[in-house]
């Protein structure tokens, strides 16, 4: 099974068996903690990683990392990793650690989840998670909101509330950056 198998995976599982309205996968965003996440989730007030492992020694080579060393650097609240079943155990895990294996079919299974009393994935009750790097975590919203905004797509989640964009935008409350430019001339 590939690591992009894998990611894909655990972003369904995100989505689906967590209360994460959105997550995010493999996203490049200049992280200050050097961290860059296969797959993070955000609920509201907490959030959810999973790092994919499709091999023993990438999990190893993971430990070593500095954000791994000293957990509060690192991000998610809640913490996953993701393997091929059986690939990893749970007395493989760092403390604190869940675990959900992916079959050959794609088919994702929480094996351990320590946040919830280890009950099954639909129980929305979670404790006990990490403190969470929170400003790492907000560099990753920034530079998707950021990437949305600069593509025009942040209008669309007005369009409900609002009868007419054209006059919000007039009111410079939904203008792009490139508009604001021409405006400065």
């Given at each position: 099974?590939?690591?992009?198998?894998?990611?894909?995976?655990?972003?369904?599982?995100?989505?689906?068996?967590?209360?994460?309205?959105?997550?995010?996968?493999?996203?490049?965003?200049?992280?200050?903690?050097?961290?860059?996440?296969?797959?993070?989730?955000?609920?509201?007030?907490?959030?959810?990683?999973?790092?994919?492992?499709?091999?023993?020694?990438?999990?190893?080579?993971?430990?070593?990392?500095?954000?791994?060393?000293?957990?509060?650097?690192?991000?998610?609240?809640?913490?996953?990793?993701?393997?091929?079943?059986?690939?990893?155990?749970?007395e493989d895990l760092p403390e604190k650690w869940?675990?959900?294996?992916?079959?050959?079919?794609?088919?994702?299974?929480?094996?351990f989840n320590p946040y919830n009393g280890n009950?099954?994935?639909?129980?929305?009750?979670?404790?006990?998670?990490?403190?969470?790097?929170?400003?790492?975590?907000?560099?990753?919203?920034?530079?998707?909101?950021?990437?949305?905004?600069?593509?025009?797509?942040?209008?669309?989640?007005?369009?409900?509330?609002?009868?007419?964009?054209?006059?919000?935008?007039?009111?410079?409350?939904?203008?792009?950056?490139?508009?604001?430019?021409?405006?400065?001339?």
């Amino acid at each position: 099974m590939t690591h992009k198998e894998l990611v894909k995976a655990a972003y369904r599982w995100v989505l689906g068996s967590t209360s994460c309205g959105m997550a995010i996968r493999e996203l490049a965003s200049g992280a200050r903690n050097g961290e860059y996440p296969d797959v993070i989730g955000f609920g509201a007030g907490m959030s959810v990683l999973v790092e994919c492992k499709a091999s023993r020694s990438d999990f190893f080579a993971d430990r070593k990392k500095l954000f791994r060393q000293y957990p509060e650097m690192g991000m998610g609240t809640y913490r996953f990793y993701c393997c091929p079943t059986g690939l990893l155990t749970v007395e493989d895990l760092p403390e604190k650690w869940g675990l959900i294996y992916v079959n050959e079919k794609g088919k994702n299974r929480t094996i351990f989840n320590p946040y919830n009393g280890n009950k099954s994935d639909y129980s929305n009750v979670w404790s006990n998670g990490f403190v969470a790097n929170i400003r790492a975590e907000q560099g990753i919203m920034y530079s998707v909101l950021r990437r949305l905004h600069k593509s025009g797509h942040v209008e669309s989640i007005y369009r409900n509330g609002y009868e007419d964009v054209e006059d919000l935008r007039q009111e410079s409350l939904l203008t792009t950056p490139e508009a604001l430019a021409n405006e400065k001339r």
